[in-house]
């Protein structure tokens, strides 16, 4: 009696996994049948939901571009390229000055600690379009427009309070107690930061460096100002330009949309283990 | 603000330092040298802006710009295409710098003033030649002169096409075009009835340009214009309700497609290409597109007619009303190499380079349009036959839209008027008259 | 982590002085950063918000003080604009937080197949925003759209209908588009959440008689607080200045009935040459996002709980 009750009850609980699954799944799959259609079946009414005529054209396009009939795909292998180079330079640099910071702001009391955490928590709230004019006005006069250096540098506006926001909520979970032992032997902070608390840290660096590099892959704001040629246009650039030209190709949009969402996805999904964790960490001690 | 650069530049570099010191060095093997110093031996590069359109592609752009260096080892060009929507911005944006990050930019017909305002373009007069002034459409020169000074070179002559589905209309057994708007409707309502299209009208209604062009076309058609003669809007009386209140009955009744709102002129195109509307407006392109097979469901059934008129506007001796979408490339102010940027552009525009990609793009040289040069034109791709004679008989009925240096804003403010009534959130009077009053305001500032 | 109040040995004081000398060392390179690409822009974007400001190489800027933000502040579409922002914020954030929250409660109490829901909620979550917006972009499409093949399909419309130029469904559609995306990482914070709070609890008010929809209230909700606490913040502040996902779906139409106050401070600074305008813009952006920010922690934040 109570055990069949109890796999009636999981049984309903299980069902109602499917709607959300159906949620999650239907744009994907579509987004996916979409981009191995051609432009007549994604015309069809009814809805062809799956294409009859499968066809990886949409995609040989994209890596392939000596034949394809419009310039848009031919750019967008480049594109992807130059995600790949700014997301990753800027999750270094991140990891690398934004973990120093974040260990100082967490484990060491001096004058203006509180304030500096304040602050660094306020840069968050301010918006990419208050910082644009005057970035673009500088990097112009330092000759940066077009190169991927000026998205790098600009992308450290929302990627560092950031990273500083993840990373000290991680080692705030570091138990002080070791940091005592290391010290008492007679280690100095620098000596406890690189000796003790990175090692046992690096859960929380990948997860931050996770993050930051989705951040950094999903801009769009800057990256839509500060770059029109194929140096240092991202992915997202190269999405919108898709949509915003005078061209029908919605079939090799949808394929470039795909190949934009693989390399987060894939990266989300190996590290996995490490959102959730650094999840919680933010939950939890944030 | 010049105290504020420095200390942002002072911060930038150190920044760079540090950054590099952590990543090591970026190379950015694509990237292109930035404006230096002329040095006498040293190829100077111009950085010229332009359309990611349509009609000509990039790579035919890259072509005329690599043939240009061929002819002359002295100048290095780089081409930067971006999406239509973008131009305008990135020219602003480009223009906050010094040297600006453009050296020549594609200006839309509806730009000029709000740039010369600005102090973005270059004055030119004293650069064309008499050849240029005297053989070029004096329509394409309109286009960039304000106040007896040049400020651009033209560069492409559009206007609205309207084009319609051969095969549709016969079917339907409808022997001719419509040469007025009623007209258009009772043979809408006749495909609409055969079932042979559901929507059989397309436009670009959606809150862009797109939408004051077609307005454009409609509201000269109907014997109106946007301001009165002493510059007071008169969008607003009973001639654009007239229009904007038609607009509107055509989604109603189920003629003109819904979706239109939402459409610009890729999906105006996208629709007709798919044999999915009888009638469509739209700029040339649309025509070339038609017949290319990858793009298109209804090679070979698309034509064009002159432009219709509303029965009134006919009555009134209007034979057509269509809009000027003509571009120009001007030499932006701040260049330090206005010489060789301008020697780009007189080859951009030259009769040779015109002629040849003159598919998707007509010349700009009204001699090319006369006498034996015609016959060569007209020879010069498979679809000029069609779009040449198209363009002569509609380039003459191009309207204007207003030029004035707040343009943008006060287009803003139609598009969302139109929008308003068309979406059903106010009647077509209330909106327009808002409209209207926001240009007065507009025209006080 | 409390420091000792009373430094008088000598050697504590150095020991003191050398933490806060590799604090500095360890804090000098995000300083100079965050100075160098957020300070310096903001205090510049301030200054320019005090004028009048046209675009141009020529124009003059002159003192306006207050103006651009009075006229801002007398303008309808402002409001207008701010009213439509708040509504994207509410009804966004509001749902993601109830939905996220049913689906960690779901997750938690592992139903078949729970480590793989888990998992796939990742996979909108790391979707870039402007591959969303695109995909439901088209998924709305009026001609071909997947949205507009279902219901037809399930015989719930006649004809294909142009959602996105309905003036009351164009921003609830973007509002649907955003929760795909968002929603996920509001769901895997509150999910990760419950997986730490002991499970003894449960028990224990179970055995005096609460049942489950108590028990999760007065229970397990108020222990959730802290996280919703944070995905509230990082949502809104967000949300507030939404911009992609408008941009590409809708660009503000129809009829301005998506333009979000990010998108107004755009159009301002870039299309209608109103540099001054635009920064005043962003700042109010900014002190509203603040704003926000301090009210959910005066609220959600319990004095014990903040050390």
Redesign the interface.
Same mark, same amino acid.
């Given at each position: 009696m109570m055990h069949s009750r109890k796999i009636l009850q999981k049984l309903l609980l299980s069902l109602l996994t499917l709607p959300v699954l159906f949620f999650i799944f239907f744009p994907l799959l579509w987004l996916f049948s979409a981009s191995l259609s051609t432009q007549v079946e994604l015309f069809s009414v009814p809805i062809h939901w799956i294409p009859r005529h499968p066809t990886f054209q949409n995609y040989l396009d994209i890596f392939f571009p000596g034949q394809a009939a419009s310039s848009v795909p031919q750019t967008y292998a480049v594109s992807l390229l130059n995600s790949i180079k700014i997301a990753s330079a800027v999750t270094i640099i991140c990891i690398l000055i934004g973990s120093l910071a974040a260990y100082a702001l967490v484990r060491i009391p001096f004058r203006f600690n509180r304030t500096i955490q304040l602050g660094i928590l306020a840069t968050r709230m301010i918006p990419e379009v208050s910082l644009i004019l005057p970035l673009f006005i500088i990097a112009s006069s330092l000759h940066l427009i077009n190169k991927p250096i000026v998205l790098i540098v600009t992308y450290m506006s929302f990627a560092l309070p950031y990273a500083i926001w993840l990373m000290a909520a991680y080692f705030q979970t570091v138990p002080v107690e070791l940091e005592d032992a290391a010290r008492l032997d007679g280690c100095s902070r620098l000596g406890i930061l690189f000796r003790v608390v990175m090692p046992i840290s690096v859960p929380g660096l990948v997860s931050t460096g996770m993050f930051v590099f989705l951040l950094a892959w999903d801009e769009f704001f800057y990256a839509l100002i500060f770059t029109s040629t194929l140096a240092a246009k991202t992915v997202p650039v190269a999405i919108a330009e898709f949509i915003g030209r005078y061209v029908v190709n919605v079939n090799g949009m949808m394929a470039g949309g795909i190949l934009a969402a693989v390399p987060p996805v894939l990266v989300a999904l190996i590290f996995q283990r490490y959102i959730v964790s650094g999840m919680t960490a933010g939950a939890v001690k944030g | 603000?010049h105290k504020? =650069?420095k200390? $942002?530049?002072w911060?930038?570099?150190?920044?760079?330092v540090?950054?590099l010191a952590?990543?090591g060095p970026?190379p950015?093997p694509?990237?292109?040298p930035?404006?230096t110093q002329p040095a006498a031996a040293q190829p100077v590069t111009i950085h010229v802006?332009t359309m990611?359109?349509? $009609?000509i592609? =990039? +790579?035919e752009v890259d072509q005329i710009a690599s043939q240009f260096e061929a002819q002359n080892p002295d100048i290095k060009v780089?081409m930067?295409?971006? $999406? &239509?929507?973008?131009v305008?911005?990135?020219i602003? %944006?480009?223009? @906050?710098?010094?040297p600006?990050?453009y050296d020549a930019a594609m200006i839309d017909v509806i730009w000029p003033d #709000?740039f010369i305002?600005?102090? &973005?373009l270059l004055d030119v007069t004293n650069r064309v030649t008499p050849d240029m002034k005297a053989n070029m459409f004096p329509a394409s020169w309109n286009g960039v002169t304000r106040n007896g000074k040049v400020y651009g070179m033209p560069w492409l002559m559009d206007v609205k096409y309207f084009m319609y589905n051969k095969d549709m209309l016969q079917k339907a057994g409808i022997a001719n075009p419509p040469t007025t708007w009623e007209e258009m409707v009772d043979q809408a309502k006749i495909i609409k009835q055969k079932g042979i299209a #559901?929507f059989p009208v397309i436009w670009s209604w959606?809150?862009?340009e797109g939408v004051v062009c077609d307005f454009t076309v409609l509201l000269f058609g109907n014997g109106g214009s946007f301001v009165d003669a002493n510059g007071k809007p008169a969008f607003n009386n009973d001639k654009g309700v007239q229009v904007l209140s038609w607009m509107k009955q055509t989604i109603d009744d189920g003629l003109s497609?819904? +979706?239109s709102?939402?459409s610009d #002129?890729?999906?105006v195109?996208?629709?007709f *290409? @798919?044999g999915?509307s009888a009638f469509a407006v739209n700029?040339l392109?649309q025509y070339s597109?038609s017949n290319d097979a %990858?793009?298109s /469901?209804i090679v070979g059934q698309a034509a064009f007619a002159p432009m219709p008129v509303f029965a009134a506007g006919k009555a009134a001796g209007i034979k057509s009303a269509s809009v000027d979408g003509s571009s120009s490339f001007a030499i932006m102010? %701040?260049t330090p190499y206005p010489d060789q940027t301008w020697k780009f552009l007189t080859y951009l525009a030259s009769n040779d380079v015109q002629t040849k990609y003159s598919a998707e793009m007509l010349p700009v040289w009204q001699n090319d349009f006369q006498g034996d040069a015609l016959a060569k034109l007209e020879a010069a791709t498979p679809t000029n036959p069609v779009t040449v004679p198209a363009f002569l008989a509609q380039f003459p009925y191009a309207n204007e839209r207003p030029t004035v240096p707040?343009y =943008?804003?006060a287009s803003?403010a139609l598009q969302?008027a139109i /929008?308003?009534a *068309? %979406? $059903?959130?106010k009647s077509p009077k209330d909106a327009l008259d808002e409209a209207a009053a926001k240009w007065v305001q507009l025209a006080g500032q | 982590m409390t420091v000792n109040p009373k430094p008088f040995s000598k050697k504590r004081l150095s020991l003191r002085q050398q933490d806060a000398a590799a604090a500095w060392l360890l804090l000098v390179p995000s300083l100079l950063v965050i100075l160098g690409v957020t300070i310096w822009p903001v205090i510049s974007t301030l200054i320019l918000s005090f004028f009048n400001a046209p675009t141009g190489i020529h124009q003059v800027r002159t003192f306006v003080g207050l103006g651009n933000y009075l006229d801002m502040l007398r303008d309808q579409t402002f409001w207008e604009t701010i009213g439509r922002t708040l509504y994207f914020t509410v009804v966004s954030v509001g749902l993601e937080l109830v939905i996220g929250l049913a689906i960690a409660q779901l997750i938690h109490s592992h139903p078949w197949g729970w480590q793989f829901l888990r998992f796939s909620l990742i996979i909108p979550w790391a979707v870039p925003t402007i591959v969303n917006g695109a995909m439901w972009r088209w998924i709305y499409s009026a001609d071909f759209g997947a949205l507009n093949g279902l219901l037809l399909q399930l015989g719930l419309i006649k004809h294909y209908v142009a959602w996105l130029t309905l003036p009351n469904m164009a921003m609830n559609l973007v509002i649907v588009a955003d929760i795909w995306h968002t929603m996920p990482f509001v769901a895997l914070v509150l999910q990760a959440a419950l997986a730490t709070l002991p499970e003894d609890l449960d028990e224990a008010a179970a055995v005096d008689g609460a049942n489950a929809w108590q028990r999760f209230w007065q229970i397990r909700v108020p222990l959730l607080r802290p996280a919703i606490l944070v995905a509230l913040i990082v949502r809104t502040v967000d949300a507030f200045r939404v911009f992609d996902i408008v941009y590409i779906i809708t660009s503000g139409g129809p009829a301005y009935k998506t333009l979000t106050i990010t998108y107004l401070t755009y159009l301002n600074s870039f299309s209608f040459g109103k540099q001054g305008t635009g920064a005043a813009l962003s700042f109010l952006i900014s002190a509203f996002t603040i704003l926000m920010a301090l009210v959910y922690i005066r609220i959600l934040y319990r004095p014990e709980e903040t050390q």
């Open positions: - | 603000m504020f =650069n200390i $942002g530049l911060f930038v570099t150190l920044i760079l540090v950054g952590g990543c970026q950015a694509n990237a292109a930035a404006n802006l990611d359109q349509a $009609g592609k =990039n +790579s780089n930067e295409y971006v $999406g &239509y929507d973008y305008h911005d990135k602003v %944006t480009g223009m @906050a710098a010094n600006p990050a #709000e305002k600005a102090g &973005y #559901e959606n809150q862009k497609n819904p +979706s709102v939402s #002129e890729n999906a195109e996208a629709d *290409l @798919a999915k700029w392109f597109d %990858t793009k /469901q102010a %701040t707040y =943008n804003e803003a969302l /929008q308003e *068309l %979406t $059903g959130v | -």
